[in-house]
């Protein structure tokens, strides 16, 4: 099983204490490899950082392939192994987001389970380096990213801000880094397209007229895309 969950994470703002949040309790959706969704709430998995939704790494082989897109469907399927998912809160980030450790029914912890499939990294600056055991196991038996080589998510973020130009390997994005188009046809079917699509480069997405972006294939999909 593919496991991949991350968080995004930013410095926090102000907000209540962590003892007056309640814990967040139900049946999760992915958002995508970072990000889930409770009864209409997005919450961010604290400590660790998982590709980016249009992110691109190499296999064993050299071959690109969208690691951002495999998080998030690695995601979905570590939460759909015992549902549903309790999230306690850390912090808000700077966006206004909750920010929690998640744990499944089972007691497993949707952080530590992602790190050990290798698609997400343990990021400690925001974790103290809590899945550094699960991430070298993950490294020694080349799981997930590790198969081959691939950017770390926040570095990829960064580049992604400083640069103009947009590599071959990187997939044009949004401002908050979501690559994957929600388009309406002419004749209304609402289709999406992935970023190396044969249509992708030439489709322009009108949100004023319906049209979106969307961070996963999985968020797509719910949407009735």
Partial sequence: IFSALAFVASPAVSAPAAESVPPMVGRASVVDGDTIEIAGKRIRINGIDAPESSQLCQDAQGRSYRCGAMSARALDQVLAASRPVRCDFVEWDQCGRFVG??????????????????????WPRYSGGAYAKEQSAAAAAKAGIWQGEFQPPWEWRAEQRNSSIITPLIAPVTSD????????????????????MRDYDQTQINERGGERWFCSEAEAQDAGW
Avoid: W
């Fill in 177 to 196: 880094g979501c690559g994957i188009k929600g388009n309406i046809s002419r004749s209304g079917e609402q289709i999406y397209h992935i970023p190396g």
């Fill in 101 to 122: 450790n998640c744990f499944r029914t089972d007691g497993v912890s949707v952080a530590a389970a992602l790190v050990r499939a290798g698609m997400a990294l343990d």
